[in-house]
C-alpha cells in the first residue's frame, strides 16, 4: 500500500512542477488604485497562494467547528450523568417505599391459575 501512495505523490509532484513550469507569466495586481498595493507575482505562485489561504481557512473553520461539537458532546455528557444520579436516586426511594397492604419484608408471590379463575 506504501508503494501506492509514494507513487500518487510522485505523480502528484511532477503536476506541480510542470504546471508551475508551463505558468510563469506574470500576473500585475493592484488594489484601489493604491501603490503600495500592487505586486507582480507569477501565476503559479498567485494560484498556489489563494489554494493555500483556502486551506488555512478551511482548517480554521474546522477547528471552530470542532470546539462547538466539544461543548455539546460535554454538556450532553454532564445531562446524562445528572439524569443517571436522578434515576439511581428514584430506584433508592422506591425500594424503601412500603406498598399499602404488605408488611415490611413480607415475601409476596403473583397469584396462581386458580386464584385468577
Known amino acids: 500500500?506504501?508503494?501506492?501512495y509514494t507513487i500518487i505523490a510522485a505523480i502528484f509532484v511532477m503536476?506541480?512542477?510542470t504546471f508551475s513550469l508551463e505558468n510563469t507569466d506574470p500576473v500585475n495586481m493592484h488594489y484601489l488604485g493604491l501603490d503600495f498595493?500592487?505586486?507582480?507575482?507569477?501565476?503559479?505562485m498567485l494560484i498556489f497562494l489563494s489554494f493555500l489561504a483556502?486551506?488555512?481557512?478551511t482548517g480554521f473553520m474546522g477547528i471552530?467547528?470542532?470546539?462547538?461539537?466539544?461543548?455539546?458532546?460535554?454538556?450532553l455528557n454532564k445531562t446524562i450523568r445528572d439524569l443517571r444520579r436522578e434515576m439511581k436516586a428514584n430506584e433508592n426511594e422506591n425500594v424503601n417505599v412500603n406498598l399499602p397492604?404488605?408488611?415490611a419484608g413480607e415475601?409476596?408471590?403473583p397469584p396462581s391459575s386458580e386464584e385468577i379463575l
Open 101 to 103: 397492604g404488605i408488611e
Open 1 to 4: 500500500m506504501k508503494v501506492i
Open 15 to 17: 503536476f506541480i512542477i
Open 107 to 109: 415475601k409476596t408471590t
Open 64 to 75: 471552530v467547528e470542532r470546539f462547538r461539537l466539544t461543548r455539546t458532546i460535554n454538556r
Open 37 to 44: 498595493f500592487k505586486a507582480s507575482l507569477p501565476t503559479y
Open 54 to 57: 483556502g486551506v488555512i481557512f
